[in-house]
């Protein structure tokens, strides 16, 4: 469970996090939902029959342990690398934009898997730096929830599949129930003076979703504002930034803070880290704040021009097998997206979401359609995150 506190420099992940998004409404209304189909078309290959790994030497670019490693944690997917005479060489990111910008400033071809959030897909489609998925040619692919599997983030306009869901989560708050209560909400560290310099946050643009959520802005929703609602954002972080004791840049050092005591209270934070915190001993909590909560999907893309398609989309196959998916979702502490994966879950784990109805993980945390990559009318991803660059 330790391994997990590495991985998440939030970058949707963030959002300050959690509970009831008033009329947020539930998975599909906040995304759309696809039609189902496969993209069968694709840069390396030919489509027809399963795909079947080569050797090869892989490259890739994106969240730490999302690469199986170290290898003791990842016991099936490494034997079955070995077995396939697959290596793979990583190169880590701490923000989801640093996957996009390796892979443009590298040569093409560089890299053949990277792992974006679903808020980060839609920019990488755009801007042509991603294979199609041969989904036709995966074993696993169609076992994965409708719900999060339909998604529209994972299609371009052509209607070919980019990006295939890993894993999904939400982002809760998190207090010393030995010392203190729960906020009632986030904006309670902007209006309430005794909270200064005893809570932490995320060093994340996102955090903008839940400010502009308690300013009441958003066309329709929180992730579509206009420049200057954008800037009413900027104006009140400010004050979330200068109150807060530190803005770490991982979920690692957040919960750090908290187990030391130094932070009360955390802005952010994972569900599994309750149980992480009470296995040392510290009698950390959860909470759901009432500006309300984000979800989001983590993904395995190929990015153009791979080398190696056919033996990458077969390593993204077996880690969502039902012992890859397993072994990525015991790591971190995430949502499994196959079903089969559930049953070989700790039940720790198999308790943080409910996968019986899995619907209903995010009747109270949608998964917001991504911020705009471009155009005119409202405030892209990069102005959100130059707007944060300018208030820390």
Partial sequence: MAEKQTRRQFVLRAAGASVLLAGAGDLLAACGGGDGSSASSGAAGTTGGF???KPAKLNFVGWQGYDAKPAKNYPYI??????QQITLTSTYTQVNEEMLTKIQASPAGTYDITSPYHGTVPTMIDLGVLEPIQTDRMRNYASIYPSIRNLDYSRGQD???????????YSVGLYN????????????????STLKGRYVLIDAPEHFTWIAQYLGLGNPDPHHLTQDELKQCQATARTVVANAKATPGSFGDILQLMLTHEADWSLSGNPSDE?????KGVNIKAFLPTEGAQAYVDNYCIPKDSGNYDSALAWIDTVLSPKGNAEIQGAFGTGAVNPKSVPLLDENLRTLYPYDDITSAFDNAPVWPPIPAKGDQYATYAD???????VK
């Fill in 384 to 390: 959100w995150t130059k707007a944060w660059s300018e």
């Fill in 78 to 83: 490494n034997g079955w690398m070995a077995q």
């Fill in 51 to 53: 795909v079947e790994a």
């Fill in 159 to 169: 209607g070919q599949v980019y990006a295939v869901p890993l894993d999904f989560s």
């Fill in 177 to 192: 129930a030995d010392s203190v209560d729960p906020l009632q909400k986030f904006a309670d560290v902007i209006t309430d």
């Fill in 275 to 279: 149980q992480s915190a009470q296995q």
